[in-house]
């Protein structure tokens, strides 16, 4: 019976530590499906010139952003009534976007000020500084996850076998 309790412990230990470590990757794999989601963006209104909302309902489909699951939200606020941009900030309140830092969050809150809101070259321009902007946070959170993810399971794991010898 000890013995499984000293298991339990460790197990939970390194529990810990991968669960941090999976919230670096989730905030780099929302960075990479987000700079995705503008490339698509510049393309579509670049091809087809369509409105915000139409560009999305067909981008929300891509295997891409399959993890910005605010997309889904973002077109049933704006199917209700609610105009383009107001729906996308709305939609960005989605808890699955809390591993994002405020400047990453903000970054996202102006791809739908910028959509629609000027001709087609400044929509792109626009959206390409944006992506740019996003790239670079992206950059930082892999160099985070490269050194931190592993770091964090080794610690759970490490603090975990620390806790069943104290414990012993």
């Known amino acids: 019976m000890k013995w499984i309790g000293?298991?339990?412990?460790?197990?939970?230990?390194?529990?810990?530590?991968s669960w941090a470590a999976f919230q670096i990757y989730r905030r780099v794999r929302l960075l990479e499906c987000s700079v995705s989601l503008i490339e698509l963006f510049k393309s579509q209104l670049a091809f087809t010139?369509?409105?915000p909302?139409?560009?999305?309902?067909e981008i929300e489909q891509k295997k891409t952003v399959k993890d910005l699951t605010f997309l889904p939200v973002c077109l049933s606020f704006h199917q209700n009534g609610m105009a383009f941009p107001a729906?996308?900030?709305?939609?960005?309140k989605d808890p699955a976007l809390d591993v994002l830092t405020e400047e990453e969050r903000q970054i996202l809150s102006d791809i739908g000020d910028v959509l629609g809101s000027t001709g087609l070259q400044g929509q792109l321009d626009q959206l390409h500084l944006l992506q740019i902007r996003l790239k670079n946070?992206?950059?930082a959170a892999s160099?985070?996850?490269a050194t931190s993810g592993k770091l964090y399971r080794s610690l759970g794991l490490m603090g975990g076998v620390l806790l069943v010898i104290l414990l012993w």
């Open 49 to 51: 010139m369509a409105e």
């Open 87 to 92: 729906a996308w900030r709305e939609s960005l």
């Open 53 to 57: 909302a139409e560009i999305l309902r």
């Open 143 to 145: 160099q985070h996850y």
């Open 137 to 139: 946070q992206l950059d």
């Open 6 to 17: 000293f298991f339990l412990e460790a197990a939970a230990c390194a529990g810990m530590g």
